[in-house]
C-alpha cells in the first residue's frame, strides 16, 4: 500500500455512534493531519498530531498516533449527521528544504444516518 | 475568520487552452501550495512556494505548469495547454510556518473540466 492509506474505505453509522478511522504510512512522519472534505467542496483542517505525540483530542475528535505501527486512528464519538463527509488523513515527510508536503490517503467516506 | 478564497469555482476549457486558476492566501502567511485531486483519486502535491520562488514540485509540475504571485496578494497556477487529464479539482493553500508546524489552510478550490 501506498503512504496514507485510510481504511475502511465507507463507513456507514447511525447517529449518536462513534466513528473510528485508520490510516497507515510507510516512512517516517514529521507529523501527520486529518482532514475532511465534504463533497464537492475543500479540504478542512481537523487535527495535526506530531510524530512525538501519542493521542490528541478536539471536541469530538480524538486521534492517535502509533509510529511504531506507523499508523494512526481518527474517532468521532457521538457522531451527527453533519459529519457526513470524506476524511482523509495526509502525513507531512522529513523533506529538505523549507516547504511544506503532504501525502494524502484516498480517504474513508463516512456516511452517518439520522 | 481569514480564508484562502479561489477563482473560479469552475473552470470549463478546450484541450489546448491556457488556465490560469487564482488564489488569493490568507493575508500574513508565508508559504503557498497547489495540490489537485483527479475525481475519485488521492490529493496530489503540485508545487510550493516561498519568497517568490518554487521550493519543491512533483513530477506532475511539468514545464505546462507555471505558478506566479504577481501582486503580493494573488498566488496563480498557470497550465499552458491544457490536457484531458489535467480536468481535476484544484486546491490552493497557504501557511504561516514553514516545515513541519502549523496547519494549512486550504481553499475551496477550482474545478477545471478540459473538453
Known amino acids: 500500500s501506498q503512504q496514507g492509506e485510510e481504511d475502511p474505505q465507507a463507513l456507514s453509522i447511525q447517529e449518536g455512534e462513534n466513528a473510528t478511522m485508520n490510516c497507515s504510512y510507510k516512512?517516517?512522519?514529521?507529523?501527520l493531519q486529518w482532514y475532511r472534505q465534504n463533497s464537492g467542496r475543500g479540504l478542512v483542517h481537523l487535527i495535526l498530531?506530531?510524530?512525538n505525540e501519542r493521542e490528541k483530542h478536539s471536541g469530538r475528535l480524538r486521534v492517535t498516533l502509533d509510529t511504531s505501527k506507523k499508523s494512526s486512528s481518527l474517532l468521532i464519538t457521538a457522531s451527527r449527521a453533519a459529519d457526513t463527509a470524506s476524511y482523509f488523513c495526509?502525513?507531512?515527510?522529513?523533506?529538505?528544504?523549507?516547504?511544506?508536503?503532504?501525502?494524502w490517503g484516498l480517504g474513508t467516506s463516512l456516511a452517518v444516518n439520522p | 475568520e481569514p480564508e484562502v478564497t479561489q477563482t473560479p469555482s469552475h473552470q470549463v476549457t478546450q484541450m489546448g487552452q491556457e488556465v490560469i486558476l487564482r488564489c488569493v492566501p490568507i493575508?500574513?502567511?508565508?508559504?503557498f501550495y497547489w495540490y489537485r485531486q483527479i475525481l475519485g483519486q488521492k490529493v496530489e502535491f503540485l508545487v510550493s512556494f516561498y519568497n517568490n520562488e518554487i521550493s519543491e514540485k512533483s513530477e506532475i509540475f511539468d514545464d505546462q505548469f507555471s505558478v506566479e504571485r504577481p501582486d503580493g496578494s494573488n498566488f496563480t497556477l498557470k497550465i499552458r495547454s491544457t490536457k484531458l487529464e489535467d480536468s481535476a479539482m484544484y486546491f490552493c493553500?497557504?501557511?504561516?510556518?514553514?516545515?513541519?508546524?502549523?496547519?494549512?489552510?486550504f481553499g475551496e478550490g477550482s474545478r477545471l473540466t478540459v473538453l
Open positions: 498530531i506530531r510524530s
Open positions: 495526509a502525513t507531512e515527510i522529513f523533506n529538505a528544504g523549507n516547504n511544506r508536503k503532504l501525502i
Open positions: 493553500a497557504s501557511s504561516l510556518s514553514g516545515r513541519g508546524s502549523g496547519e494549512l489552510f
Open positions: 516512512t517516517s512522519i514529521n507529523n
Open positions: 493575508s500574513n502567511h508565508l508559504y
